[in-house]
């Protein structure tokens, strides 16, 4: 169990070093890209690429509910998706630095286009809802509280 969390916590540190990795290689790939321009639907997916990752990391960034503690509600599943994200993008920007294949690049745009499509549908959620009903109020137990 120990190692699952290790490598699949969102808050691990395997996962926040294979975030900064793939940024790295993802900067050092785009370098080479700039240096050697490559062809039309690798630039497509390239932007794509790093379009997706930019909005993953944006979103779990934000503070979405300033009433309640970090990472909760949608926070915490915003948390969560950069798990995958960090993952993919460390592979696939690390094979294309060193090799400069754009092989995985196209089931990485799937992969983390799928985590940003979870994304848009839970801002738009987010965004929609009304109620004035607490982050967790129910799943975190605070309405115990209310109920003593």
């Not at 321009?37 to 993953?56: A, D, N, Q, R, V």
């Not at 915490?76 to 960090?86: E, N, R, T, W, Y």
């Not at 745009?109 to 985590?115: D, E, Y």
Request: aromatic share 18%.
């Amino acid at each position: 169990m120990t190692m699952l969390k290790f490598f699949f916590n969102r808050f691990s540190k395997m996962v926040v070093l294979m975030e900064m990795l793939g940024v790295v290689f993802t900067a050092g790939w785009f370098y080479q890209l700039l240096q050697n321009p490559p062809g039309g639907f690798t630039k497509i997916f390239f932007g794509l690429y790093l379009f997706e990752y930019l909005f993953l990391r944006l979103c779990a960034t934000v503070r979405w509910h300033k009433q309640a503690r970090r990472y909760e509600g949608i926070e915490l599943q915003f948390k969560k998706g950069m798990i995958p994200a960090s993952y993919a993008m460390a592979l696939t920007s690390g094979i294309g630095f060193f090799t400069g294949s754009a092989l995985l690049l196209w089931p990485a745009v799937a992969l983390i286009g799928v985590v940003a499509h979870v994304n848009v549908l839970l801002l738009y959620l987010h965004f929609k809802d009304k109620n004035q009903t607490p982050v967790n109020y129910f799943s975190g137990n605070k309405f115990l509280n209310a109920l003593r």
